[in-house]
């Protein structure tokens, strides 16, 4: 199965969004877990990487304005954004990390200036 993102939207600078994703008959808890990025017509790029022990990576654009946790109770991985940007409008995914297969249909954030 597929991860499933949700908790997209259209948001105005400034403003924040929380990104969630799961997959269905699954424990995502039990895997390094990433979400991306894929702005318009530009390359999916890592925004942020949790690890199964807890530690955590951010991608430059990401440090301070974004983080990523686990809610193992609700079994997601999500993404908490800060201070939106219209550079933020992208489709964001959720993956395991370092993979590049099976990816879900995203959910689609859009910043407006």
């Known amino acids: 199965a597929l991860f499933v993102e949700s908790g997209g939207g259209l948001v105005q600078f400034g403003e924040s969004l929380t990104l969630s994703c799961t997959r269905p008959e699954d424990i995502v808890g039990r895997y390094a877990m990433s979400w991306f990025r894929q702005p318009p017509g530009k390359q999916r790029r890592v925004v942020a990487t949790?690890?199964?022990?807890?530690?955590?990576n951010y991608a430059e654009f990401a440090k301070g304005r974004f983080t990523i946790t686990r809610d193992a109770a609700k079994n997601t991985v999500n993404l908490l954004m800060n201070s939106l940007t219209p550079e933020d409008t992208a489709v964001y995914y959720c993956?395991?990390?370092?993979?590049?297969?099976?990816w879900g249909q995203g959910t689609q954030v859009t910043v407006s200036s």
């Open positions: 949790i690890y199964s022990g807890g530690d955590t």
């Open positions: 993956n395991r990390a370092g993979w590049n297969t099976s």
